[in-house]
């Protein structure tokens, strides 16, 4: 069956520092991959997708993934992090024509 | 450009009463629409998704149910709250392509309260 998953359910890091989101899936065939963000009370923002080519993606707000089939994973980085940055980040997986399989989250805090 | 509108934007119902969300898109014409739940601290939850009106799948049994009356309208109902349908409620659009490689856009979200 299709999953995925977020094995960092809460990471903390300190303002400036970088940022590395991990994130596996389990699918057969070339998955359509996508990051979103949520600010609390608030909906979800796609941050990046990888759905073919270049497997180094870039986004908004600074960040990118890297799409690595050997490992099926396709984790999430940002060089210096803000504060602003703090949020819940999920990764999700396209596995058919209609639905999204979305992992459990990574809540991210921020240190001043 | 695209919008997509979700109200009301938060919401306190007793057990037993009924429910109706309402989530509708602007700037684009027939497009997939999904409802999805996030209760407190979790993923999200394919509840319902859509394919065009009056075509509903539903993934979840529950007492919840979804009906889409209009090209750009998503409605979530209840005829009678739990206590379990607390939540944060939204609802998103994806175009239809060809390729299948359609991107999940999301609504601002409802917070229900069943108390």
């Known amino acids: 069956a299709q999953s995925v998953t977020q094995p960092d359910i809460h990471i903390t890091v300190s303002e400036g520092a970088s940022l590395e989101l991990r994130c596996n899936y389990s699918y057969g065939a070339t998955p359509y991959l996508f990051w979103y963000v949520q600010s609390p009370g608030q909906g979800l923002q796609l941050l990046l997708k990888y759905f073919s080519g270049d497997t180094l993606v870039q986004g908004i707000k600074g960040f990118e993934a890297e799409f690595k089939r050997s490992q099926s994973s396709f984790n999430l980085r940002k060089p210096s992090v803000h504060w602003s940055d703090a949020a819940e980040y999920f990764c999700?997986?396209?596995?058919?024509?209609?639905?999204?399989?979305f992992g459990p989250g990574t809540s991210l805090s921020v240190i001043p | 450009s695209q919008t997509i509108h979700q109200w009301p934007a938060t919401l306190v119902q007793p057990v037993g009463s009924p429910l109706s969300l309402e989530c509708t898109v602007e700037g684009t014409s027939n497009p997939n629409l999904y409802w999805y739940r996030q209760a407190a601290g979790r993923g999200l939850q394919l509840l319902f998704y859509s394919v065009g009106i009056g075509q509903i799948s539903s993934e979840v049994p529950q007492n919840l149910s979804a009906s889409r009356p209009q090209d750009r309208q998503f409605i979530l109902s209840s005829k009678k709250l739990l206590l379990s349908d607390s939540g944060f409620y939204l609802c998103a659009w994806s175009e239809k392509t060809s390729g299948g490689t359609d991107t999940q856009y999301f609504g601002p979200g409802t917070r229900l309260t069943v108390l």
């Open positions: 999700a997986v396209k596995t058919s024509y209609d639905k999204v399989i």
